[in-house]
């Protein structure tokens, strides 16, 4: 995690306590912090193809979906378009 985070998530714990006394205690602890960020997206065609030839983006890390079912599906359309191709 990035530092910055890290800090970020200090300050609201120390706000959170202002309004919640005990959330910004020596013995809090943390799971983990979550960040996406949806706003990145991936430069690609309607085959999901980017500006570098046969090079394909698919999925959430492309920021093209958001969750499981899209993902696997941009997945499969980037799997059918490569077959067709090859196939062509």
Same mark, same amino acid.
């Given at each position: 995690?990035?530092?910055?985070?890290?800090?970020? /998530?200090?300050? +609201?714990?120390? #706000?959170? *306590?202002?309004?919640?006394?005990?959330?910004?205690?020596?013995?809090?602890?943390?799971? %983990?912090?979550?960040?996406?960020?949806?706003?990145?997206?991936?430069?690609?065609?309607?085959?999901?193809?980017?500006? /570098?030839?046969? +090079?394909?983006? #698919?999925? *959430?890390?492309?920021?093209?979906?958001?969750?499981?079912?899209?993902?696997?599906?941009? %997945?499969?359309?980037?799997?059918?378009?490569?077959?067709?191709?090859?196939?062509?």
């Amino acid at each position: 995690m990035p530092y910055r985070f890290l800090l970020d /998530i200090l300050e +609201l714990l120390k #706000a959170l *306590d202002a309004i919640m006394p005990g959330v910004y205690e020596r013995h809090t602890l943390l799971y %983990g912090a979550e960040v996406k960020f949806y706003s990145l997206k991936v430069e690609v065609d309607e085959h999901l193809e980017t500006p /570098i030839k046969g +090079l394909f983006a #698919a999925g *959430d890390g492309a920021g093209l979906t958001r969750g499981l079912v899209q993902a696997s599906i941009s %997945g499969l359309l980037v799997a059918e378009e490569i077959a067709r191709r090859e196939s062509a």
